[in-house]
């Protein structure tokens, strides 16, 4: 049974800086893509950040693009969002998933079946 698990969240001040992990366990096979996405209370996961399998492809949310940056470590099984000059609306629960879908799929939310329990996230002063 593969799964991932998220973490890294926390408290941020407007403007600072984070860095998430998702750590992915289980898979049998290689070449699985890692996305991540957000939820905040009373709104829809949003797609934000994917990255295939050997990091030479990549797909942002406009939202996101030029302050988020998604990278990972194979050997390390381990792919990371590295978020900057956070906003409040940035606040919200972070949540990676990993599929063997093709990149047209990333943004599906039902491409993914087997998310973490979220890492939360909050930027307030």
């Known amino acids: 049974q593969f799964k991932v698990v998220e973490s890294g969240g926390g408290l941020v001040q407007p403007g600072g800086s984070l860095r998430l992990s998702c750590q992915a366990s289980?898979?049998?096979?290689?070449?699985?893509?890692i996305s991540w996405f957000r939820q905040a209370p009373g709104k829809e996961r949003e797609f934000l950040a994917a990255?295939?399998?050997?990091?030479?492809?990549?797909d942002y949310a406009d939202s996101v693009k030029g302050r988020f940056t998604i990278s990972r470590d194979n050997a390390k099984n381990t792919a990371y969002l590295q978020m900057n000059s956070l906003k409040p609306e940035d606040t919200a629960v972070y949540y990676c998933?990993?599929?063997?879908?093709?990149?047209?799929?990333?943004?599906?939310?039902?491409?993914?079946?087997?998310w973490g329990q979220g890492t939360q996230v909050t930027v307030s002063s």
């Open positions: 990255i295939s399998w050997r990091g030479s492809d990549k």
């Open positions: 998933g990993a599929s063997y879908g093709s990149r047209a799929s990333w943004r599906i939310q039902s491409t993914y079946n087997n």
């Open positions: 289980g898979f049998t096979a290689d070449y699985y893509a």
